[in-house]
């Protein structure tokens, strides 16, 4: 068997296999009030229906100031709950697990208003300058993804993934790039993962089911985060109970990367190692050899597939037939599966 393929267990929940649909923002809660349309309910359910093992939903705000844009998914307020858990049940028809990608955009917020960052600096000169958070509202937000983290369990989810990355809010707290601070919230590494440590500390009163966190392992930018520097956080993550970290990289400035098939896969393994945490593994990740070559020399313990999921929803049946493993087709689509 293709380790691809194989079963993998994290606290009680068994995904049957590696594969992962990684979180991809939609735009699609065309209302603009943060809830699920038919296009997720399309969307999310037919790559279940392709045979990835895990499907994770895109960003989804814990706050309303927190969207990316205003069409982003909210999990903020309990009537969302309702329309989660109908995606949460069409995924699950298939046999994937489902996953939630608990998010706040910070600085990099395009919705109306007051915007907030760990410091007043905006991302460039297109986006607003952002009012630094006094820590009530850092209380207030940590608060709001322990919300989440209810709701999410309400909704019937399996996993959840804390947002750290891609220039995001817990990502600009995170690196002394975008954290000027000068109170407990910046300065140290230790101080910089402070609002991300208590918000793992408030989802874990309320969660018992597997806990990610996606991380931007490199700014690409002098004075910035590098997968090194990230060595120390992830073994403080794993310390309070993290089971995986989704390892990205960027977005955090404006910077140039050199991108390339599994430019950064290298990193999930640097993390892996050093701070002995499963990572999962993302990025120009397209070929079934590719994803079977992460696997089997350990250099993650899960791929995560985005924009080749778009173009294929089916890439787990054409793996598994390239990599010799057998897999479960869906009965109406047997015939056309052999």
């Keep these: 068997m293709a380790k691809l393929f194989e079963n993998l ?17 939609m735009y699609e809660s065309d209302g603009e009030d943060g809830r699920v349309t038919d296009w997720h309910r399309i969307h999310y359910p037919s790559r279940a229906v392709g045979g990835s093992g895990l499907i994770m939903l895109e960003a989804t705000a814990v706050q309303p100031q927190g969207r990316i844009s205003a069409r982003d998914l909210g999990i903020w307020e309990d009537s969302h709950v309702e329309g989660l858990t109908e995606l949460v049940r069409l995924i699950k028809i298939s ?11 910070g600085r990099k917020a395009t919705v109306e208003g007051e915007i907030q960052a760990p410091s007043p600096l905006p991302f460039n000169e297109n986006y607003k300058t952002p009012v630094e958070m006094a820590k009530q509202e850092i209380k207030e937000t940590v608060n709001a993804f322990k919300q989440g983290a209810i709701r999410s369990d309400q909704a019937g989810f399996d996993v959840i993934e804390l947002h750290a990355a891609h220039g995001y809010l817990i990502n ?15 300065g140290s590494a230790e101080n910089r993962y402070r609002f991300l440590r208590e918000i793992i500390d408030a989802v874990n009163e309320v969660w018992q089911k597997p806990l990610f966190v996606r991380i931007s392992a490199h700014d690409y930018t002098d004075g910035g985060m590098t997968p090194e520097l990230y060595i120390e956080m992830a073994s403080w993550m794993k310390q309070q109970g993290v089971d995986l970290i989704d390892v990205s990289s960027g977005a955090l400035v404006p910077a140039n990367i050199p991108v390339y ?29 590719q994803a079977e070559e992460i696997l089997q020399n350990d250099r993650a313990d899960m791929v995560f597939l985005a924009r080749e999921l778009l173009r294929d929803p089916y890439w787990p049946y054409r793996a598994s037939k390239e ?16």
Excluded at 9 to 14: A, F, M, P, Q
Excluded at 95 to 104: D, M, N, P, V, Y
Excluded at 178 to 183: E, F, H
Aim: hydrophobic share 40%; glycine share 10%.
């Design 323 to 338: 990599l010799g493993a057998e897999i479960e087709a869906p009965v109406p689509y047997k015939r056309g599966w052999v």
């Design 9 to 25: 267990t994290i606290k009680n929940v068994t995904f049957k296999n590696r594969i992962v649909m990684a979180p991809m923002c």
């Design 261 to 289: 098939p599994g430019y950064q896969v290298k990193f999930a393994e640097t993390i892996r190692q050093g701070a002995n945490i499963p990572t999962g593994a993302v990025g120009l990740i397209t070929s079934p050899l």
């Design 95 to 105: 046999g994937a697990k489902t996953a939630i990608q608990l998010a706040h955009a």
């Design 172 to 186: 600009e707290f995170l690196s002394p790039l975008t954290n000027k601070r000068t109170d407990e919230y910046g």
